[in-house]
């Protein structure tokens, strides 16, 4: 929505350690060094940081609108965290409550033909004006294919583990024999446990929750794809057939965590059966992967449920995610994409 304003650069934001990171921030300095070099050649002009309104239906209407607030203790020249990067400085820092589409932000930017590059930070306070939607969303989430050795990687593993044998052609092509003999879990810890607690189930409801999946499905294999630290991984062995992808520390200096990751997404991908986590990208990664190869909506929209108090029982029971269905492409893709 934002690609009728030409700015001169795309900057990527100087990360630091998140949550999704399992690798010692050592191994990862000379990755955001590089990701940095040239970020940190110009100074930002501009950067705008947002946030929700506080009451999103006042009046008892949701409307989509932008307000300039104030910064709080940020200040708004040159005193921006910047990600636990001092020597990365911002001329003005602006702070705007938004709610609407993308759309919103475009006055915001045209009025300023002279600024160069602009970082608009907590980006997904903003909502998708046609995300997964259409058959241009599609082609291009399809044409977008995990590095071969990534995918070999995976399919290594799908072997040796499970007896599967995907084959070894190029792309996202249909999956052999409704895909591999097991089921893949998604299961988000670290920040959603505090973030979304409520969906994020104790490590005894997972188990009860797979293991009826198991004797229901009669699947034995159950693949776990999580960022949970390892103490709560070897607690859910009590799950039957719990195997999961270990990197070597060779396989974390070639992969790093983010090829490791995909391992994980490409592996659950071709379950016969997965279940995510609530509303985590990683889950809805997945599922898009899924979709264009031609999985059912019953063996790909599922997530797990969080517990309720005081039951001890089954939990399978809760609100499960909202179906997305895939644009078929009937028309060529543009030259000019």
Same mark, same amino acid.
């Given at each position: 929505?934002?690609?009728?304003i +030409?700015? +001169?650069?795309h900057?990527?934001?100087?990360?630091? +350690?998140?949550h999704?990171? /399992?690798?010692?921030? !050592?191994h990862?300095h000379h990755?955001?060094h590089?990701?940095?070099?040239?970020l940190?050649?110009?100074?930002?002009?501009?950067?705008i +940081?947002t946030?929700?309104?506080e009451?999103?239906?006042?009046?008892?209407?949701?409307?989509e609108k932008?307000?300039? =607030? &104030?910064?709080?203790n940020?200040?708004?020249?040159?005193?921006? *965290?910047?990600w636990g990067h001092?020597e990365?400085r911002v001329r003005r820092?602006?702070?705007?409550?938004?709610?609407?589409r993308t759309?919103?932000m475009?006055l915001h930017?045209?009025?300023?033909p002279?600024?160069?590059?602009?970082?608009i930070?907590?980006?997904?306070?903003?909502?998708?004006t *046609? $995300?997964?939607?259409g058959a241009?969303y599609?082609?291009?989430?399809g !044409?977008? =294919? $995990?590095?071969?050795?990534l995918?070999?990687?995976?399919?290594?593993?799908?072997m040796?583990?499970? &007896?599967?044998?995907?084959g070894?052609?190029?792309?996202? #092509?249909?999956?052999?024999?409704g895909?591999?003999p097991? /089921?893949?879990?998604h299961?988000?810890r670290r920040? $959603?446990?505090?973030?979304?607690?409520?969906?994020?189930?104790?490590?005894?409801g997972?188990?009860?929750?797979?293991?009826?999946m198991? !004797?229901?499905?009669? /699947?034995?294999?159950?693949f776990?794809a999580?960022?949970?630290p390892?103490? #709560?991984k070897e607690?859910?062995?009590i799950?039957?057939?719990?195997?999961?992808?270990?990197? @070597?520390?060779?396989?974390?200096q070639?992969?790093?965590?983010?090829?490791v990751?995909i391992?994980?997404?490409?592996?659950a991908?071709? !379950?016969?059966?997965?279940?995510?986590?609530?509303?985590? @990208?990683?889950?809805f990664?997945i599922r #898009?992967?899924?979709?264009?190869?031609?999985?059912?909506r019953e063996?790909?929209?599922?997530?797990?449920? &969080?517990?309720k108090p005081?039951e001890?029982?089954? /939990?399978?029971n809760? #609100?499960?995610? @909202?179906y997305w269905p895939?644009?078929e492409v009937? @028309?060529?893709p543009?030259?000019d994409?």
């Amino acid at each position: 929505s934002l690609s009728s304003i +030409h700015l +001169h650069h795309h900057l990527l934001p100087s990360l630091q +350690h998140l949550h999704h990171f /399992i690798t010692p921030p !050592s191994h990862l300095h000379h990755l955001l060094h590089h990701l940095l070099h040239h970020l940190l050649l110009h100074h930002l002009p501009q950067l705008i +940081h947002t946030r929700p309104f506080e009451d999103p239906f006042e009046g008892g209407h949701w409307v989509e609108k932008t307000q300039e =607030v &104030g910064c709080g203790n940020h200040g708004n020249e040159m005193g921006w *965290d910047t990600w636990g990067h001092p020597e990365v400085r911002v001329r003005r820092v602006r702070c705007m409550a938004v709610q609407g589409r993308t759309d919103v932000m475009k006055l915001h930017l045209l009025n300023r033909p002279n600024v160069r590059s602009v970082l608009i930070t907590m980006f997904q306070n903003l909502l998708h004006t *046609d $995300y997964g939607s259409g058959a241009l969303y599609w082609a291009a989430r399809g !044409s977008m =294919v $995990y590095a071969q050795h990534l995918r070999d990687a995976g399919n290594h593993f799908m072997m040796t583990s499970f &007896g599967y044998d995907r084959g070894q052609g190029v792309g996202r #092509e249909a999956p052999t024999s409704g895909g591999g003999p097991f /089921i893949a879990v998604h299961l988000r810890r670290r920040d $959603y446990l505090v973030a979304h607690g409520d969906v994020v189930p104790s490590l005894q409801g997972v188990a009860r929750q797979v293991n009826r999946m198991r !004797s229901f499905l009669n /699947i034995s294999h159950v693949f776990l794809a999580t960022d949970a630290p390892r103490s #709560e991984k070897e607690l859910l062995q009590i799950i039957d057939g719990l195997v999961w992808f270990e990197p @070597t520390l060779d396989d974390l200096q070639l992969y790093m965590d983010g090829g490791v990751a995909i391992i994980d997404q490409w592996i659950a991908a071709h !379950s016969r059966h997965f279940v995510g986590t609530g509303d985590s @990208t990683f889950s809805f990664r997945i599922r #898009e992967d899924r979709q264009l190869m031609g999985f059912s909506r019953e063996s790909t929209f599922n997530s797990l449920c &969080g517990d309720k108090p005081g039951e001890e029982g089954d /939990i399978i029971n809760c #609100e499960q995610p @909202t179906y997305w269905p895939m644009v078929e492409v009937t @028309t060529p893709p543009r030259e000019d994409l």
